[in-house]
């Protein structure tokens, strides 16, 4: 079975902080994904990569960044924490072929809380 | 842009009915479409992914259908259990030929089964 590992359930953070959330999975998929989920918005992509050191801008990518300098491992990077990142965040990986019919694996989540 | 609804946001019945979840989508020009069940405070588990070759695939108790041509996907519970209780959630690419397989998501339906 596909393992994807959220180094963190729960994190709490101050505002001005700079925060790293890693995510490892362990089945050599090339596509990395990080998601916030929010009620009443779902789930929206933040940042995507198809590849070690590529990466590609999702829905929201504002105040994010991120790092993929190996495959299994790809880094959600919130360069100055406000309050307004408080969320869940879900990492997910796949397969990568082009046009895919993979399925998405997620991790457990990670509940960041920004004070 | 590919949009995502699914209707209602919540449900509630009695150990051991049938019931249909519904989602529907803008763009009918998808690969494919994944049923996805979420537990409180937990991440995404993969349920079911129905190709867009496909009419329906089965799971268990599950029978997810996509009728590609008016946007809509059905996920069939049968008996359903208290254990079934959960938010699930659909998702489809963002276009034919899109992204490297990120996906766009419904807000969700949270389940309720009663004992």
């Known amino acids: 079975d596909v393992k994807v590992t959220q180094s963190s359930r729960y994190l709490v953070k101050r505002t001005g902080e700079k925060v790293f959330l890693e995510c490892v999975q362990d089945?050599?998929?090339?596509?990395m994904f990080w998601y916030r989920q929010d009620p009443g918005l779902g789930l929206r992509l933040i940042y995507f990569?198809?590849?070690?050191?590529?990466?590609e801008k999702g829905d929201i990518p504002e105040g994010y960044s991120v790092s993929r300098e190996k495959k299994e491992r790809f880094s959600l990077i919130l360069e100055s924490a406000s309050t307004n990142q408080t969320s869940m965040y879900l990492c997910a990986s796949s397969l990568l072929l082009l046009n895919s019919n993979q399925p998405q694996h997620f991790g457990d989540g990670t509940r960041l809380s920004i004070l | 842009k590919q949009e995502v609804t699914q209707i209602p946001a919540a449900l509630s019945v009695p150990e051991g009915e049938n019931l249909v979840l519904n989602c529907s989508f803008t763009d009918s020009a998808i690969y494919n479409l994944q049923w996805f069940r979420q537990d409180p405070g937990k991440g995404l588990t993969s349920l079911l992914l129905i190709q867009s070759s496909q009419r329906e695939q089965t799971s268990g108790r599950l029978n997810a259908s996509l009728d590609k041509s008016s946007g809509r996907s059905t996920l069939y519970i049968a008996a359903s259990q208290p254990g079934d209780s959960a938010t699930y959630l659909c998702?489809?690419?963002?276009?034919?030929?899109?992204?490297?397989?990120?996906?766009?998501f419904g807000k969700g339906t949270k389940l309720s089964v009663k004992p």
């Open positions: 089945m050599d998929h090339e596509n």
């Open positions: 998702a489809v690419p963002p276009r034919y030929g899109g992204s490297q397989g990120n996906l766009i």
């Open positions: 990569s198809y590849d070690v050191k590529m990466k």
